[in-house]
Each structure stands twice: as structure tokens, then as C-alpha cells.
């Protein structure tokens, strides 16, 4: 598939790599491609600074969030929650009208320090103002309640065996969303939580996995297993 | 040891009922002890009217907010989290001071309809409310993320293979309640998500837990395991 991964942060290098590494033609969009390059400050991921990052991953191409959405079929949203909107927007609507969009941002807002909130939360969610905001998109809401390595290599934690969710309107693009966990990025647990209303759970379990990361298992190589 | 809990519905009555079997002296606590006796509802686990789950669990002592506090080493809120600090000022703050207050409820607004929403949240905790409203208790949230039939039976789920979190400021009082939980109630895996600022979290998770019962695994017996 022609995919775009928008921002250059962790998570979308971990997707755009690995999904590049999988074969799909992949875009990384950026707002500003001469300014993502000469970054000189380092990811907390331990990849570098994009340059170097892309140094390593030359087979992703780098371009505008306009680019990067105008050649794709399916688009990923992993810029920070709180500039997802503006993002988007300098994507363009005309590109992502018609389009499977994934959101897998949090809507964290770190402007009063640690613990962050939500910038939206309860009774609505980011994922639904991107959907309202852009209503010819299929969203869904994925992948946002792990670490940018866990989402493309599961493996890593309890051999497998926890859950992913996804949620939307769109049956068939879940169906596409749930093949690109599951035989892409290998995940084995998916599990449907209905229409994108759901996706106000997804992201307000984010709070609770902070302090999980922090105070409880004191590693963000965690997830949690939905267990009956 | 001298349990109040506080709240005659189906949380209420699975924790007292479960604490008085263990052998510790139990009071049921309630706004008003006659109406509860003649209330003709039947409760929506099947265990009856007020007066019949009673008559099975009659070394349960029922007696008002303020009396089974009084009584009480250790008080549960187990009230409906919109009403919560209501219930406790009738307990009364010299009822509650210097106790151990498991606080077990969370503070869905369902007048609104299905989906609930949470009445706090994000910023502040139903917990945190609860603990400045009383600063002579010794707050712990706990219970809330499960329902109430697994709360005393964990092994109903998994084989017990799944995560209860506390949070609370003070160190001896989430160790009393590990204690209780553990040796009590049969749960393995109890996670210290460290101060009563984690409680945001473990109440936000309310919202995931409901898409997860009506959704995704359509059952309220199921939990969450942390793994790593």
C-alpha cells in the first residue's frame, strides 16, 4: 500500500520504518522537510536525530504532511495530540477525503508539567474532533495505549499475549486497520470497541498508564491483556 | 477487624458480605436503615431486594452512615460515586478520622445516558476530592477498576492471572489494604501506583472498562492483567 506517517517524533519513525520495512511505499510528512533535517537535537528513543534517523531508514520519504497524505491510500497521525488538528489541516483536506486515517496520537497536554492532562477527555475525544474536523476521513483510533516500539513489534512484551483496541465507524476500514496489526505489525489480541466514541476510553486510559509506567512497573514495556 | 461499608447496592453488599464470611465484624452502612429494609427493588446481580440479600447475610449489621463509621476501624465507600461524599458527610468527619477509607467508587454521571460521563476527572479524582473533604482519613482507591463480583472472587477471572492497582499517600494504609486484598479477597497482583493523584487514572479507566464490557469482551467478568 502507498502509506503516510505524519510526524517525525518517535512514534513516526517507528511506524514509518517499520512499515517501510514491510514493502508499502512510505511517506513521512513533516511541516517543514529542510527544518526536520537539520534537527540537531536527539530523539528519547535512543534513534538519533531524524537526520540520522533517516540516515538509517532512507527507504522512507520524507515530505510535507501535503505530499506525504496527496500520495497515499492510508494515513497515520502521529504527531503530538495537541497539534494533530493543525497538522491535519496543512495535510489538507483533499488529501485525506475518502482516506483510512489512523490516529494513534494522545491528546496530553505537558504545559502544566508532570503528570500531563488531556486536552480533551469525558465526553469527547481527539480522535472524534479529527473525524468531525474532516468527516470525508475513516477514522480509527488505534495503537495510541502503547510505547512507539511496542505498536510495531508486540512481541517485545508477555511474548504476545495482550490486547490492542480499535474503534471507528467504518467497519471495512477497521477490517483493513485490524489486517495491518495483525499480519503487518503482529499483533495476535485486537479487539473491537465500536464506533469512535469508544475511542474517549482509549484515550483517557492514558493517566492510568502513566502512573503504570511510572510508579507500577517502572518501564513503558508494558501493555495490558484484556482477561475473561 | 471492625469493617463499615458503606453503600447498600450490589458493590456494597458483594464487599460486606465477603468481609463478614472472612470473620471481621461488618457493618452495612446506609442512609436511612428502614427505608433500605422495605425497598422492593430487586438488585441487578440477582441477589434481590435489600431485605432478601440481607436475610442470606445476616452477620452483615445494618446500621446508618454514621454508625457503621463509628463502629468502624476501617470504613469502604462503596456508594455511588455522584453520591459519595454526601454518604460520608452524614458518616461524619469524627467518624472517619484517623481511619482507614478504602474508597472503591467512581463518579459515573449517567444522567446524561449511555455512555456515561465521569462527574471529575482528569485534573482532580473523586478520591482527591474525598481525601481533602476528610484529611484525618487515610484515603486508598482501590476495587473500582473491577466489578464487584470479581472484587472478592478474582479467581472467577483467569485463574487470578489479572492486576488490581492501589493508590493512596500513605504507605502503612495501602499496605492494609494489600493485606486485605490479597489474603482477604485472593488477588495475586496488586500494583502501588504510588500517591492519590493516581486514582485520576484509575477512575479515567472507567470509560475503556465499559467499551471493553458492552463491546469488545460483552461481559463485565473480565479484568485487565499488566504484563511486561
Chains 1, 2 share one sequence.
Not at 43 to 66: I, K, L, P
Amino acid at each position: 500500500m502507498r502509506i503516510a506517517v505524519l510526524g517525525t517524533g518517535v512514534v513516526g519513525r517507528a511506524l514509518s520504518g517499520k512499515l517501510a520495512s514491510l514493502g508499502h511505499e512510505t511517506w513521512l510528512g513533516t511541516r517543514d522537510v529542510a527544518a526536520a533535517l537539520a534537527q540537531t537535537e536527539a530523539a528519547r528513543d535512543g534513534s538519533g536525530t531524524f537526520a540520522e534517523w533517516h540516515g538509517r531508514n532512507s527507504q522512507v520519504q520524507v515530505a510535507t504532511f501535503a505530499e506525504a497524505a496527496g500520495n497515499a491510500e492510508v494515513v497515520f497521525n502521529a504527531t503530538a495530540g495537541t497539534a494533530s488538528l493543525d497538522a491535519l489541516n496543512r495535510a489538507g483536506e483533499e488529501n485525506l477525503a475518502g482516506k483510512l486515517l489512523i490516529d494513534v496520537a494522545n491528546p496530553l497536554d505537558f504545559s502544566k508539567g508532570m503528570p500531563p492532562s488531556l486536552s480533551v477527555c469525558n465526553t469527547d475525544s481527539l480522535a472524534e474532533q479529527i473525524q468531525e474536523a474532516f468527516p470525508g476521513a475513516k477514522v480509527v483510533k488505534t495503537l495510541n495505549t502503547v510505547s512507539a516500539h511496542i505498536m510495531v513489534d508486540p512481541g517485545q512484551v508477555a511474548q504476545g499475549e495482550h490486547t490492542m483496541f480499535v474503534a471507528g465507524n467504518d467497519g471495512d476500514a477497521k477490517a483493513t486497520v485490524t489486517e495491518i496489526l495483525q499480519a503487518g505489525f503482529g499483533w495476535r489480541s485486537v479487539l473491537d470497541l465500536g464506533d469512535l466514541t469508544a475511542a474517549r476510553g482509549m484515550e483517557m486510559y492514558l493517566p492510568l498508564w502513566l502512573s503504570v509506567m511510572m510508579q507500577g512497573a517502572k518501564t513503558p514495556t508494558f501493555n495490558i491483556a484484556v482477561v475473561t
